[in-house]
């Protein structure tokens, strides 16, 4: 730990060292002005969306939720915030079932103790329960929070964690390719986890996720199959997400990393199917 927490002095230390000699551009420039007319800069606007709807239990929900905030707190994602071109990043937690919920606002984190608070501000929020699934809602609400908010970013990503297929509202390609359009990329953590549930699900919901939900230049997605590989697959993908890699290493005997394709046809609507005629996998 001695090790890591000098590597982080250095780290900032280097990047002190880089805004002193940018500093007078960056002025000359208005870059990091907080006047109303130029937004904060952040190298990334992050929307983490995660699935709280009837078929993830409560158990379920602690352990993916203690990910996140374990996450924040890790030294490798502080430092892959640290060493962004800016050095500093903006984040909101959204929980979502049939609509979609701003659990935590925006958050602008530039250090490991506004990492710190961001986990704390998460640890401190009720768990919930939401009815339905629409992933195409929580695109549609997390497109509003990217427009709406007062950071601004080349790269924007909503990255959203489920068990189960769109089955309210829009479908979810449609959802996807309005927010790609936007240069918006759609990252996954599908959960695939071997329980019985009594919502009516599909068993290959990682294929679902390849196919009808994430999209954009480099996306990608994570799953998880059992409650113990969470911590790992969210430290990793936040790794990832955050440095812009295509793929950060991961063990590959544990988690499946597959890119987004459109190849091979597959039924996006199964979800909205299963609701009106339920079946059992």
Same mark, same amino acid.
């Given at each position: 730990?001695?090790?890591?927490?000098?590597?982080?002095?250095?780290?900032?230390?280097?990047?002190? /060292?880089?805004?002193?000699?940018?500093?007078?551009?960056?002025?000359? &420039?208005?870059?990091?002005?907080?006047?109303?007319?130029?937004?904060?800069?952040?190298?990334?606007?992050?929307?983490?969306?995660i699935d709280v709807s009837f078929s993830m239990d409560?158990?379920?929900?602690?352990?993916?939720?203690? /990910?996140?905030?374990?996450?924040?707190?890790?030294p490798l994602v502080v430092g892959a915030i640290l060493?962004?071109?800016? %050095?500093?990043?903006?984040?909101?937690?959204?929980?979502? %079932? /049939?609509?979609?919920?701003?659990?935590?606002?925006?958050?602008?984190?530039?250090?490991?103790?506004?990492?710190?608070?961001?986990?704390?501000?998460?640890?401190?929020?009720?768990?919930?329960?939401?009815?339905?699934?629409?992933?195409?809602?929580?695109?549609?609400?997390?497109?509003? &929070?990217?427009?709406?908010?007062?950071?601004?970013?080349?790269?924007?990503?909503?990255?959203?964690?489920?068990?189960?297929?769109?089955?309210?509202?829009?479908?979810?390609?449609?959802?996807?390719?309005?927010?790609?359009?936007?240069?918006?990329?759609?990252?996954?953590?599908?959960?695939?986890?071997?329980?019985?549930?009594?919502?009516?699900?599909?068993?290959?919901?990682?294929?679902?996720y390849s196919h009808c939900v994430v999209g954009g230049?480099?996306?990608?997605?994570?799953?998880?199959?059992?409650?113990?590989?969470? /911590?790992?697959?969210?430290?990793?993908? &936040?790794?990832?997400?955050?440095?812009?890699?295509?793929?950060?290493?991961?063990?590959?005997?544990?988690?499946?990393?597959?890119?987004?394709?459109?190849?091979?046809?597959?039924?996006?609507?199964?979800?909205?199917? &299963?609701?009106?005629?339920?079946?059992?996998?």
């Open positions: 730990m001695d090790n890591v927490v000098w590597r982080l002095k250095k780290i900032d230390m280097r990047l002190s /060292g880089r805004m002193a000699i940018l500093l007078p551009f960056a002025i000359a &420039l208005g870059v990091g002005s907080s006047g109303a007319d130029q937004p904060p800069l952040v190298d990334l606007e992050l929307v983490l969306a409560e158990e379920e929900q602690r352990i993916q939720r203690a /990910g996140y905030v374990e996450a924040f707190q890790d060493t962004g071109s800016l %050095g500093r990043i903006a984040v909101t937690y959204v929980e979502w %079932g /049939g609509t979609s919920v701003q659990a935590v606002p925006w958050t602008l984190i530039n250090s490991p103790d506004s990492a710190a608070q961001f986990a704390k501000t998460l640890s401190e929020q009720p768990y919930r329960r939401i009815p339905f699934t629409s992933i195409s809602d929580t695109i549609a609400f997390s497109r509003h &929070l990217i427009r709406s908010n007062e950071f601004q970013a080349r790269r924007r990503v909503i990255d959203i964690s489920g068990d189960g297929p769109n089955n309210y509202g829009a479908p979810a390609p449609v959802a996807r390719d309005a927010a790609v359009r936007e240069g918006i990329v759609l990252n996954g953590l599908p959960i695939m986890l071997d329980k019985p549930t009594a919502t009516p699900t599909i068993s290959d919901i990682d294929a679902y230049d480099g996306a990608f997605f994570i799953t998880v199959r059992a409650l113990s590989h969470f /911590g790992e697959a969210i430290r990793g993908k &936040l790794i990832t997400e955050i440095s812009g890699a295509k793929l950060s290493r991961l063990p590959q005997s544990r988690f499946d990393r597959v890119q987004y394709r459109t190849q091979r046809p597959y039924n996006c609507f199964i979800g909205e199917e &299963l609701q009106e005629h339920p079946r059992r996998n």
